[in-house]
């Protein structure tokens, strides 16, 4: 029987007395912040000795009571890690090697001169990161608009969102990590437990407590074996289910005629196009099972609507999100009954990023959850770009000089290959970050940046809580945050503007995000201040009808689908950086995953296989040889990709999802596995 993964957060609560005797008593000083490692944001301690941090200490906050997962035992092992980047690096001679400050500004200023000059303001793109600050994204979207005057600004983790949901801001502010103050919790998987721990063991505490938690998904992760009821899925079969939910919910309301009419004409023609016994079909679920869903949401006055981040990077998983927000918008502005709608994610800042503006086109008025385009004419006294700005895909095939902060556009490729010669295609590619990343080796510039711990900012989690993280420590001496480096370009290029403190930046983007107004560093120190949008502001492609997985039949029995979530943490840099983690939880993941694709042990015994046989999976647009593993996490008629083995050969499967994030997504499909006996 395979190993089953156990993250959960251990059960460890520390107040603040408790926390003064413990380091009075060692001659320590104890720092309070907040964990950076998921969209959770859990409070902490970070333990000084001298100017380093030493340990971490749980501390009680509004995002959680007193609780930390190994991510945030361990947060401060990457600061010490030996992939630390201390230094600027240029490279030369085809070598990156150590610079001065002045060197590698210089170096930037001049390719985006140089870019400018050749191909105009398209040609220079810079990537945001949902790891930095709201202040170094707010910074690095002002550099790019005023000073490279260019609207090609993004972040890659917003591509794991749907494209309208990604464009707005999904969480609505509801009661957070407490799941008791709600009825139902429904989530939809990924691997929640993976992403935020300490919110998956909240939820599971409650549910034990009496609390309906109910999870849809393709795979038996840990949250699912613990959960009320747990639908699993055939791939791609969760937005058939949701869109169904929803078409229950509307048909039982007061009008239904009130209650379409709130809808767009794609949602509409998808509710009517899809009845329960067809949702049921597609998803391989009976039709008593997609209506109990609809009755407990329809039932419950409180609910909270969860996905993983993950999920998004399916093509059936951005259907399902949609479905998600349109279900939470509608609910609230028909039934008058709000669902609470969240993202979790091992990636902490994805709503201070939106926040920020971190997003591709020209900027505008009138979305309370983003800056405003006249309030940032105003304050910054400069014209803004006009017409639209390239995604992060759209990036790799035409811009020239690229700036990359704290983001891994390769982590998140289905085509690692593809992303990886268009890098050393460009003229100049800036990297700034505080740990070495693959990124690096196609990098002209490298820019040291402080890690966690080692600079004042701010970022917003999940349910909208704005929150302080703390400068505890020094960084390497040479280390710049991103809003400082901004500055110091802005300068070398002639503008007449800086700042000295994160402080002053974040009192600059309150007054141009009308969801921040009047919020103030210090309350974020306290986590006071949490962002309320109203339904409104929860908006999202509409989802339309769900596309129906590839058929099967004798020739191509099974399904094959791609599972981001499966090596996710494994894949992450900041993870990897941290001795304790790769021993912990990475390499668990490893043994269990370890590039093999994953079949339903009564499967691998019918075919006679054994852990680690290649396997020839044939679809009807390729074929390519994977090793497997057997897993009773997945369903017997399913072969189940990591990321990993996706990325190596989604595209001789057919997998690549046409027009979806441009390559970034896989789609299902009908397959047989071949052996060399058969």
Known sequence: MPQRRMDMPRSSVAGPAEVRSVVSAAGLDAVPSVCAHCSLGCGLYWRIRGSRITAVIPRTSPASPGRLCLRGWHAFEPLVSPQRVRQPMVRREGRLQPAGWEEALEAVVAGVRAARKSGGAESVGFLGSARASNEDNFALGRFARTCAGTNNVDFSARLGMPEGLSSGWWATGGAGADPSRYDVVLVCEGDLATDVPVLAGHLIEAARAGLSLVVIGTRKTQLAELATTFLQVRAGGEASVLIASLRLLSEGSRDWVEATSAMDDQTRAALQGLSVTEAASRAGLTPEAVTSVAEMVGAAERVLLLHSHSLGLSASGEQA??????????????????????????????????????????????????????????????????????????????????????????????????????????????????????????????????????????????????????????????????????????????????????????????????????????????????????????????????????????????????????????????????????????????????????????????????????????????????????????????????????????????????????????VPRAARAETKSS
């Open 321 to 666: 999100v949609s479905a998600l927000a349109t279900l939470a918008r509608w609910s609230g502005l028909v039934r008058g009954r709000k669902l609470d709608l969240a993202c979790g994610s091992t990636y902490p800042n994805i709503v201070g990023a939106r926040l920020a503006g971190i997003v591709p086109g020209s900027l505008k008025d009138g979305d309370a959850l983003t800056v405003q385009r006249s309030a940032l004419t105003a304050v910054w006294q400069a014209a803004l770009p006009e017409g639209g700005g390239l995604a992060y895909p759209e990036m790799l095939d035409k811009v020239k000089c690229l700036f990359v902060m704290q983001d891994d556009p390769l982590r998140h490729a289905s085509d690692p290959a593809r992303v990886r010669s268009a890098l050393e295609q460009m003229d100049l590619v800036v990297v700034q970050d505080y740990l070495r990343t693959d990124l690096m080796d196609c990098a002209h510039v490298v820019l040291p940046c402080p890690g966690p711990g080692e600079y004042a900012g701010t970022m917003v989690n999940m349910f909208g809580l704005v929150q302080a993280l703390a400068g505890a420590a020094q960084p390497p001496h040479e280390a710049m945050a991103g809003w400082q480096v901004f500055g110091r370009l802005a300068q070398v290029l002639g503008e007449g503007w800086r700042w000295d403190s994160a402080q002053q930046v974040f009192a600059e983007m309150a007054r141009v995000v009308p969801a921040c107004s009047g919020a103030t560093f210090e309350q974020a120190a306290e986590a006071t201040t949490r962002l309320q949008p109203s339904q409104a502001d929860v908006t999202a492609a509409p989802p339309g009808l769900p596309r129906p997985t590839e058929p099967t039949d004798p020739e191509y029995p099974l399904i094959v689908a791609v599972d981001p979530s499966l090596e996710f943490l494994a894949s992450d840099p900041v993870a990897a950086s941290s001795a304790t983690l790769k021993r912990e939880a990475i390499t668990p993941i490893l043994k269990r995953v370890a590039g093999m694709a994953l079949l339903h042990p009564r499967l691998m015994e019918s075919l006679r296989l054994r852990r680690g046989t290649l396997v020839r999976l044939v679809t009807r647009e390729g074929s390519a040889e994977v090793p497997v593993a057997a897993s009773d996490e997945v369903q017997e008629g399913v072969v189940l990709l990591p990321h990993s083995l996706g990325a190596r050969h989604g595209g001789a499967l057919g997998m690549h999802a046409p027009g979806l994030g441009k390559g970034l997504r896989f």
